[in-house]
């Protein structure tokens, strides 16, 4: 039985032994809310958006994420605590489960495609379980014609349903939800958790690995905009380090803020069409693209609200991880389709809460490859229960929970890139100058945005640098609207006796961390590690 919206011709659930259903086809996202509200699972907000929980799971559950393991990734994926595998059997049965589960029941399916650039276009289709999950997926995947939704024909197939609970016993999951990935029937399955998240990064990582692995083409957790003069950058960082507020320059269009891939046809390009912001203390003073975007068509998760329907976006009650997905084009100013050039600089974010590394710095081929398979940012007091210092944080990638290769594989492939579009990579401290996390203080943003504009209008050029002793990094000896003693951290400190212990504590955290990496990177890419005195 099937009720309004575009069903392709041809489409049938039955092929994925879902039967007798209540099928709803490609609904307009302002129907699927309407359900949602009707069915009393959303709330409408004050601005048009709505507002739902996710249940028990308010964010990504990493220990539950699985690939399949068989003849295409046996050999290919770097298995361990990030990349857990499971057995192809196990699969089957408990798909089988969940289709009976969904079968004689409402579910929304929803046809998108990942990729801007038509050459890597990845048609998807999405079985959800409740009306606002098939919302996320119109708000984040890109949204094909009416005439491409008559004949479409999906490559990959999400199926959602969170609420099914798993038998970890019988089916070999850890607990009762789970995200597992299966490249040979190319199904992202995901049950017992309604965390909309899982569904995006499923489809993420299935392309971290079918790119780089399959097409030689290099994907990216990062954020991209570009300028007047076609000019890309790229923007890679942790959370917490100004990864969005970044990109989000009112002098240059937003290419996508957090999932790209980077062609051999020189183009950089969106996987996404939306963006899946966090909302934790948010306000129009400081991210007003976000804050406007929240309006009809946008979906909050986890947020609590004051005044009846008004969002009180400081309350973190339910969790820290409160999010608004939205089509990008609830952003004004972007780049329209999501896809720029070979980029002329790239930006790696970090918030160095020791004070330890410069605010700019010109990295190398091998410097890049090493930060870039570090991951470097560091957490304070605050961003978790039981941090009362300033702790080192790796992420391998900028993204290591949705990678499925080894790191290098993306370290190598970014260096081969990065020199054969001769472009600038550049590693930018968002953190603490003047002292460490409580006796220093942080960056401004208006000095941040000032070295980005310099590194983007090429001011860098034609001034002198000199090499940080202990990390190598070159670093400029003037900018534009900076004042120079900040240039290099040494000189912030009253104390520098004080900053080389500290710097040198942090090389070898560096060096500490790169041990599992060494073995499969590089001369240069080693040759881009810090040398602790």
Known sequence: MQENGVKPVHATLEDLQITNAIEHWNLPPEKLAEIAIAKGQAKRTNTGAISINTGEYTGRSPKDRYIVKDNITKDAIWWGNINIPFDAEKFDQLYNKVVKYLSGKEVYVRD???????????????????????????????????????????????????????????????????????????????????????IKKGIFSALNFVLPHQKNTLSMHCSANIGDKGDTAIFFGLSGTGKTTLSADPNRKLIGDDEHGWSNENTVFNFEGGCYAKVIDLSEENEPDIYRAIKHGALLENVVFKNGNEVDYSDSSITENTRVSYPIDHIDNIATPSIGKNPKNIFFLTCDAYGVLPPISKLTPGQAAFHFISGYTAKVAGTEAGITEPVTAFSACFGAPFMPLHPTKYAEMLSEKMQSADVNVWLLNTGWSGGAYGTGSRMSLKITRALITSAIGCDFDKVDFENHEIFGLAMPASCPNVPAEVLNPRNTWADKSAYDAKANELASAFNKNFEKFAEYANEEIMAGAPTPK
């Open 112 to 198: 998108a495609y990942a990729c801007a650039d038509p050459n890597y276009k990845t048609n998807i289709r999405v079985v959800n379980e409740y009306s606002w999950s098939n919302m996320f997926v119109y708000n984040m995947f890109l949204r094909p014609t009416v005439e491409e939704l008559e004949k479409f024909s999906p490559e990959w197939v999400v199926i959602n349903a969170p609420g099914f609970m798993a038998n970890p016993e019988a089916d070999g999951t850890r607990k009762h939800n789970f995200a597992i990935l299966n490249f040979s029937k190319k199904i992202a399955l995901v049950g017992g958790t309604g965390y909309t998240g899982e």
